[in-house]
């Protein structure tokens, strides 16, 4: 009998020993190492939602880099077409240049005033509008030619906005103008540019009235 109550108060003790153990277990080892294994899963979602969005983002820029190119293309003819300034001179040269290569007898250029477009609209970066400069062109030479020169005008690298063109012309032939008509035309057109800079005549450089002399015609004759 004594030995069975010993045995039985000696699985009573281990058996309480065990629960201790495994309590102690429970509560210092496996809830801490629980919540220390659920804080690390839930970062690695946050490091794996950050590194797909890192790699999205890069994807985008990688899109952006292959794009590169042609908006610098586009923005160098951007440029061209609609200058920094006026440039009146290389505008004047480029004209020049296509009348010689059309094969025209004349040209006469007058540029007028750069002025502001109106009226300004501001943008939703803050720019104003384009201002506009006046251009009129009087040029003679034979019929295709002149249509050449008309041509290679509108496919001149500045922009140019051809308003009117008024034609005549005389020939040996009689109705619509032909080859081997002489034509004269007369062009009001404008090209455009980002800025006038001060002191460019039609722009005061301070608040004092200025008054500015008009615009000289450039007359040009083609060799031959």
Request: net charge positive; proline share 7%; aromatic share 6%.
């Amino acid at each position: 009998m004594k030995s069975m109550m010993r045995r039985r108060m000696i699985f009573a003790v281990a058996l309480l020993v065990g629960v201790v153990f495994v309590g102690a277990f429970i509560f210092l080892i496996w809830l801490p190492k629980g919540k220390e294994i659920s804080s690390a899963n839930l970062q690695l979602a946050s490091l794996q939602s950050e590194q797909a969005s890192a790699r999205a983002e890069v994807a985008t820029l990688e899109a952006f880099k292959a794009q590169l190119p042609t908006a610098k293309a586009e923005l160098a003819r951007l440029t061209t077409a609609i200058p920094q300034y006026p440039q009146l001179a290389d505008f004047i040269l480029m004209v020049n240049q296509i009348s010689n290569e059309s094969g025209i007898s004349f040209i006469a250029i007058s540029p007028a005033q750069p002025a502001p477009q109106a009226p300004q609209v501001p943008s939703a970066a803050g720019s104003s509008l384009p201002a506009a400069v006046s251009v009129g062109i009087q040029i003679k030479g034979g019929y295709f030619q002149v249509l050449d020169f008309l041509n290679r005008l509108d496919n001149l690298p500045r922009l140019v906005v051809t308003s009117s063109v008024s034609l005549s012309g005389s020939g040996t032939q009689t109705g619509p103008l032909v080859n081997g008509s002489q034509v004269s035309a007369s062009l009001q057109a404008r090209i455009y540019t980002q800025n006038i800079p001060a002191g460019t005549p039609g722009v005061p450089i301070s608040s004092t009235t200025t008054t500015t002399a008009p615009a000289r015609a450039t007359t040009t004759t083609a060799a031959g």
